[in-house]
């Protein structure tokens, strides 16, 4: 089965702060994203990278960056946490190809306060 | 631009009853379409999808699909709800124009299963 890990299921921090989100998976995978979840928003995609130090910009960057320096880890990073960046971070993994199938981790669940 | 809209936020349904959860979609080509469910405190997992062939398709746990092309629809369907249906789910289509396997989400409908 794939595997797909988040460093944190919950996770409090104080605004300004620098917070990381880890995500590893275990397949081997090309593709990597970070989605944000909200209450009647469903999933928006932050960022996603398609290779070693490669990147894209999703629907949301702002206010993220991201970095993938090993093929099996992504990771997500909050420059300067704020209040507005409270929710909840989904990272996934698939093969290339538009007709993969994504799999995702179980969320970390972020409190700023 | 791409989106999906799926009307329902909840949905209540009696276990043993039937269940059609609505997704319309906009895309400018063929799409390719998901159906995920996310059980409370979980990720997403998916259960089904069509990119091509046969507009019926079958996925795990009793769940088919039906893509129509002319209602840009893929609505979700099973006939005999069980309580361990109650969940989220989202409808999703792809790829992003310039390629890869990005998908836009809908927001999303909750399913609740009353006993």
């Known amino acids: 089965d794939v595997k797909v890990t988040q460093s944190s299921r919950y996770l409090v921090k104080r605004t300004g702060e620098k917070v990381f989100l880890e995500c590893v998976q275990d397949?081997?995978?090309?593709?990597m994203f970070w989605y944000r979840q909200d209450p009647g928003l469903g999933l928006r995609l932050i960022y996603f990278?398609?290779?070693?130090?490669?990147?894209e910009k999703g629907d949301i960057p702002e206010g993220y960056s991201v970095s993938r320096e090993k093929k099996e880890r992504f990771s997500l990073i909050l420059e300067s946490a704020s209040t507005n960046q409270t929710s909840m971070y989904l990272c996934?993994?698939?093969?290339?190809?538009?007709?993969?199938?994504?799999?995702f981790g179980p969320g970390t669940r972020l409190l700023v306060l | 631009a791409q989106s999906v809209t799926q009307p329902d936020i909840h949905i209540t349904v009696s276990e043993g009853a039937s269940l059609e959860l609505r997704c319309n979609y906009s895309?400018?080509?063929?799409?390719?379409l998901f159906w995920y469910v996310q059980s409370p405190g979980q990720g997403l997992q998916l259960l089904l999808k069509?990119?091509?062939?046969?507009?019926l398709v079958q996925g795990i746990k009793g769940f088919e699909a039906e893509f129509k092309r002319s209602q840009s629809s893929f609505n979700l369907r099973k006939p005999s709800v069980h309580w361990s249906d109650a969940a989220e789910y989202f409808c999703?289509?792809?790829?992003?124009?310039?390629?890869?396997?990005?998908?836009?989400f809908g927001t999303g409908t909750q399913l609740k299963v009353e006993l």
């Open positions: 996934a993994s698939s093969w290339g190809g538009p007709q993969e199938t994504q799999y």
């Open positions: 397949m081997d995978h090309e593709n």
């Open positions: 990278s398609y290779d070693v130090k490669m990147k």
């Open positions: 895309y400018g080509a063929t799409p390719y």
């Open positions: 069509y990119f091509s062939g046969d507009t």
């Open positions: 999703a289509v792809g790829p992003f124009t310039g390629g890869g396997n990005k998908l836009t």
